[in-house]
């Protein structure tokens, strides 16, 4: 058993649904992005799919786009919750990196 249990089987539940998706890569992100927005979801799923999202080619206009598409369906509340907690993951993502190239730079001065 793995260290990890939780994240294993997210990790095989989105392989499935990747697997058995009829979508291309690109709009499965798009749907996967307006799924998170319409359940709430915190930013830690949003740092999860958006990683993947732009390794797909999806840009920040996307991403707008997606929250414009579902605004009238979920409500302007949810949309600016989603883009606050979109804005949270990012800079998390960013703090990573940043973190990860002093890291390097450290390792190198030694």
Avoid: C, F, K, W
């Avoid at 927005?37 to 991403?63: H, M, Q, R, T």
């Avoid at 369906?73 to 600016?80: C, E, L, P, S």
């Avoid at 919750?81 to 990573?96: P, S």
């Amino acid at each position: 058993m793995s260290d990890a249990p939780v994240l294993d089987l997210l990790a095989q539940m989105t392989v499935d649904s990747v697997a058995q998706s009829t979508l291309d890569g690109r709009d499965l992100a798009l749907v996967r992005l307006a799924g998170l927005v319409a359940s709430d979801a915190p930013p830690i799923s949003y740092l999860a799919n958006l990683g993947a999202a732009a390794d797909l080619g999806l840009e920040v206009e996307d991403v707008q786009g997606v929250l414009i598409g579902v605004a009238p369906i979920v409500g302007t509340a949810r949309v600016m919750t989603a883009a606050g907690n979109i804005a949270r993951a990012l800079g998390v993502a960013v703090a990573v990196v940043e973190a990860e190239i002093e890291a390097a730079l450290a390792e190198g001065a030694e």
